[in-house]
Every structure is written in structure tokens, then in C-alpha cells.
T-cell receptor, first 111, second 115 residues
Framework: TQLLEQSPQFLSIQEGENLTVYCNSSSVFSSLQWYRQEPGEGPVLLVTVVTGGEVKKLKRLTFQFGDARKDSSLHITAAQTGDTGLYLCAGADTGFQKLVFGTGTRLLVSP | GAVVSQHPSRVICKSGTSVKIECRSLDFQATTMFWYRQFPKQSLMLMATSNEGSKATYEQGVEKDKFLINHASLTLSTLTVTSAHPEDSSFYIC???????????FGPGTRLLVL
């Protein structure tokens, strides 16, 4: 069974701080995706990383895929209250379709 | 952009009754859709893969006779929770990948409460 462990589970920070969320597995994935989920809604895709060592930036968010394609990180610079939510990583075997979701990181950014 | 809808958004039912949840891809065709369950403060757990024109594939530990899946068309998959019990109360989310496979869109979820 493939497992994706995220750390930390919960993070409470002040606006303007930086943070990093980690997503680790013992399994290799063909791709890894990061989602953000608001309460009572479905997850929204933030990014897909495919190549080992790949780094993608989305405004204040930086995503990295590990060289061995087993782990990933999400770094947020100068967090804003709008970044509050549940961050989920999800690994895919082939075809980007069947996803295994990570355990989740709940982020709370206070003004 | 591509949108996936779910209906109903929330439902309350009595124990022992059946509940049907619909998942629709609104502007693209999806031969495959996925059904997830999410308990409070937890992550998404894949329940089953819905395949248009063939039987659904269930994940280990998910009862296929309790969670009936029908992929009626290229834009509609339904999940029926049969003989619902309070422990089935959860947030049910579907997703559908675009035909080219790289991007997957998630529905807004259906919150089920079984009394």
C-alpha cells in the first residue's frame, strides 16, 4: 500500500511568515500533485510535478519534487490569510489518474 | 474551464435508507471517474474507480454491494449508499480526469449525514 505522509499535520502562523510543508513516501510516483481544500469544498489543483528534481513556482508558492520522485515540498513565502486551508499532496502511478492522497496539512494564517 | 458538479451538496437521511449521489462532468467527457470519502479532519480516501461501460473497481475494504456505482454515460457517474448507517456519514467527493489524463477536476463534494 502506498502511503504519503505529510508534515506538519497542523501549522498556525502569522501573516508574513514563511513555511514549508513536506510530503514523503517510500514509493516512487510518476507524478505528484498539490491541492488546497477549503472547508466543505472539493480540492483545487495547485500544481503537478513530474520530473525528479523539478521545481515549480506559482506566485508565492514554490513546489519541489524530490530527485527520486518519492517526496515533495511546498514552500510558501510571506503567507497571507487567504492561504489558510488544507494542503494535500497526491501521488499518481501512471497516467496521472488514480491518486493516493497524503495525510494533509492544515494551515491557519492569522492576521 | 472544466467543471465537475455533484448533487446533492448535502443530504440527511434516516438509517437504513439509500442515498444516491450524482457526479457530472459539465464540459468534457470522462470515461473514468473516481469516488473518494473524507472523514472530518482527515484526508481523501479513494473508494472506487467508476468506468463507463464496465463495472466499477473498488479499493480494498470498500464494500461493492453497499456502495453501488453506475457510470451511466460519459458525463455522469452515480454513487448509491445502500442501507445507510450513521458510520457512513462523511464527505463524498468525485473527480474526473480530462481525456488527455494530466489534469483531474474534483467536484464540490456531498456531505452525507445519516441519523
Amino acid at each position: 500500500t502506498q502511503l504519503l505522509e505529510q508534515s506538519p499535520q497542523f501549522l498556525s502562523i502569522q501573516e508574513g511568515e514563511n513555511l514549508t510543508v513536506y510530503c514523503n513516501s517510500s514509493s516512487v510516483f510518476s507524478s505528484l500533485q498539490w491541492y488546497r481544500q477549503e472547508p466543505g469544498e472539493g480540492p483545487v489543483l495547485l500544481v503537478t510535478v513530474v520530473t525528479g528534481g523539478e521545481v515549480k513556482k506559482l506566485k508565492r508558492l514554490t513546489f519541489q519534487f524530490g530527485d527520486a520522485r518519492k517526496d515533495s515540498s511546498l514552500h510558501i513565502t510571506a503567507a497571507q490569510t487567504g492561504d489558510t486551508g488544507l494542503y494535500l499532496c497526491a501521488g499518481a502511478d501512471t497516467g496521472f489518474q488514480k491518486l493516493v492522497f497524503g495525510t494533509g496539512t492544515r494551515l491557519l494564517v492569522s492576521p | 474551464g472544466a467543471v465537475v458538479s455533484q448533487h446533492p451538496s448535502r443530504v440527511i437521511c434516516k438509517s437504513g435508507t439509500s442515498v444516491k449521489i450524482e457526479c457530472r462532468s459539465l464540459d468534457f467527457q470522462a470515461t473514468t471517474m473516481f469516488w473518494y470519502r473524507q472523514f472530518p479532519k482527515q484526508s481523501l480516501m479513494l473508494m472506487a474507480t467508476s468506468n463507463e461501460g464496465s463495472k466499477a473497481t473498488y479499493e480494498q475494504g470498500v464494500e461493492k454491494d453497499k456502495f453501488l456505482i453506475n457510470h451511466a454515460s460519459l458525463t455522469l457517474s452515480t454513487l448509491t449508499v445502500t442501507s445507510a448507517h450513521p458510520e457512513d456519514s462523511s464527505f463524498y467527493i468525485c473527480s474526473a480526469p480530462l481525456p488527455q489524463g494530466e489534469t483531474q477536476y474534483f467536484g464540490p463534494g456531498t456531505r452525507l449525514l445519516v441519523l
